[in-house]
């Protein structure tokens, strides 16, 4: 369900090389000038389309996976499920609480699945660092510091705009970290401090274009996020996500994005960088159609998608008023 | 230099008067070692004189080097200040912000200099960064990010008392502090988060602070003092409007062995080539000040802030929420 999301035509790729799989798309709507969208995408990718969602649901999926705007998740999410359909829900799961703990509630009261788009804890780096964390090669964890820096979303007009995406860096970039911190420990984050600002892309910034976050957990575990959007236009390559896990037996460095093969362009003197690896998405996608095979839910599920909502949720509140924010579950 | 000897007293004989008598000793000063223990070991290792007492020591020399632990500078500097010498003194400056502003405002009633050691801003990557910001190349600075990775100093007891040493963010993190307000301005919101855990014979702490600056800049620094294995590291990410540019020890590499046999880098100090050593550059540029040469990089104000800030960090801790330091005033 919709093309928002530029990882649309990724999963619609890895999808398409499926045999066992159908597909049909959908991404009803006018659409801003100069994107790619609707049935000219579908053409472009060579997957089936239906112009309405209606239409889409009454093809009875199995499965559905939503990739439209952030704030958009919830109406999508809550149709999908009534359709009985499980759901892959792009991250993050969406803007507001209220949303969050409503798709939850559809999801549960249809009996389907809903599983949250966090590709970067398939990476086999991740699933080391896990190993290593379960088997106490760490140790006792201490502190954790996190980059998921890229470039400012240019590609859709949707990301700048508050209205849609739920805010600037903080709600882009922040869930990722969150949800390797949920996969590793599955602790409870106690306190959110975020400062920001908006001095890069200051042109088409209409939110936080930059961001430093710091989080407690309930396991005495302190992290800080950078989750700016500090890579220029003019960068190689988008960006990346790093990760650096300390315990009382060491540390761990993990640069999820990081090989890559580099040169340099001859006539301008420019960089030319070749990153390299397996696509985490593959890995996400499997999963969850593993889940729908199965009918065992596959984690990172809605709760996970929840949680890490509210971090971004207490971050923005803690960036607006300058104070650190209590985290409340209930 | 000079061509009659500086006369200089140096006050402790602990781990980082190794990195401060033999650079005296190689600018042809004439060293007087004064400590309550060690002294006599250090001397043999490196030269200078032993002298018994702090009245002998202060009779003999016309500047004093304090390099003791943390809670014992405001003291020893007020001491040597008052007795009419300039002063080079390890950082922090002192341990409180009233020791901190006494000092300065000693320093300037007697006419004496006050250099503390901030050496960091005498490493040449550091060095490189804050030409880069005052060359304009990086633009209006939005985001910083530093880190400092070591292994906890357990050779003495003092560094694990928070109320004797600050902790790391006293001891270590200020470093890091004092480049981020260098490269980026004054700071006016200081948070910080902390964690301690292990052993008392294999502690290991780390904190998180973040800084915004009176221009908009935010900084985050992030200490990790690790089990006795970790080697030293740093690095450090800043973004302007402009361009960016980063650094990281662990990457820049000029010497890698792999040989059956090696001298293994220790946790407790950064690797230097010894062509530059930062530590001598420093001591050079101090004693060359007390000389009569240009003022130094780093003035005695600057150590009285870098001591504020990491205050403002430590409160935080305490209270649980953000500093404001333009409430609080200078």
Known sequence: ?330 | MTTSPLKIGLIGAGGISNSHLPHLLALGAEVYVYSEEGAPDLVARYGGTVVDTLEELLDLVDYVDVATPTFTHFGLVKRALEAGKDVISEKPLARTDAEASELVALAASTGRSLYPAHVVRFFPEYVRLYEAVKSGVLGDLAVLRFSRSGAFPTRTPWFADRALSGGIIMDQMIHDIDIARWVAGEVTRVSAISTRAGTPEAPVEAAHVLLTHASGAISHIAGLWGPAHVVFTTEYSVTGTLGSLEHSSAAEKNYVANLAATTAQGGLLPDVDPAENPYFVEIREFTAAFAGGPAPRVTDRDGAEAVRLANAALTSLETGQPVDLTETGK
């Open chain 1, 1 to 330: 369900m919709s093309f928002a999301h530029t990882h649309a035509g990724g999963y619609v790729e890895l999808l398409l090389a499926d045999p066992t799989v159908t597909l049909l798309a959908s991404d009803p709507g006018t659409h801003p000038e100069g994107e790619l969208r609707g049935r000219a995408f579908a053409d472009a990718l060579g997957v089936g389309y239906v112009d309405s969602y209606e239409e889409l649901l009454a093809w009875k999926p199995d499965a559905v996976i939503v990739t439209s705007e952030n704030a958009h998740h919830r109406e999508h999410v809550e149709l999908a499920a009534a359709a009985g359909a499980h759901v892959l829900c792009e991250k993050p799961l969406a803007t507001t609480l209220e949303d969050g703990k409503a798709m939850l509630a559809a999801t549960e009261a249809a009996g389907v699945m809903l599983m949250v788009a966090f590709p970067v804890r398939f990476a086999s780096t991740f699933l080391k660092l896990k190993a290593d964390y379960d088997n106490g090669l760490l140790g006792q964890v201490i502190t954790v510091r996190g980059s998921n820096n890229g470039k400012l979303p240019v590609a859709r007009s949707w990301f700048t705009d508050p209205a849609l995406s739920g805010g600037g860096a903080l709600v882009d970039h922040v869930v990722h970290i969150a949800d390797l911190l949920e996969g590793l420990m599955g602790a409870a984050p106690v306190s959110v401090t975020a400062i920001t600002n908006q001095k890069l892309h200051a042109d088409r910034a209409q939110a936080e274009t930059a961001g430093l976050v710091t989080i407690t957990y309930d396991n005495g575990v302190i992290a800080a996020i950078d989750c700016s959007w500090s890579r220029p236009e003019s960068a190689p390559t988008w960006g990346g996500v790093k990760m650096t896990v300390a315990g009382t037996n060491g540390t761990v460095d993990l640069d999820f994005f990081g090989p890559r093969a580099r040169g340099l362009d001859t006539a301008s003197g420019r960089p030319i960088e070749l990153p390299y690896g397996p696509n985490f998405d593959a890995s996400l996608v499997g999963t969850f159609l593993d889940g729908v095979r199965s009918g065992i839910p596959p984690q990172p599920d809605g709760a996970v998608g929840l949680r890490t909502l509210r971090i971004v949720l207490a971050a923005q509140e803690s960036a607006s008023t300058g104070g650190t924010v209590t985290i409340v579950e209930d």
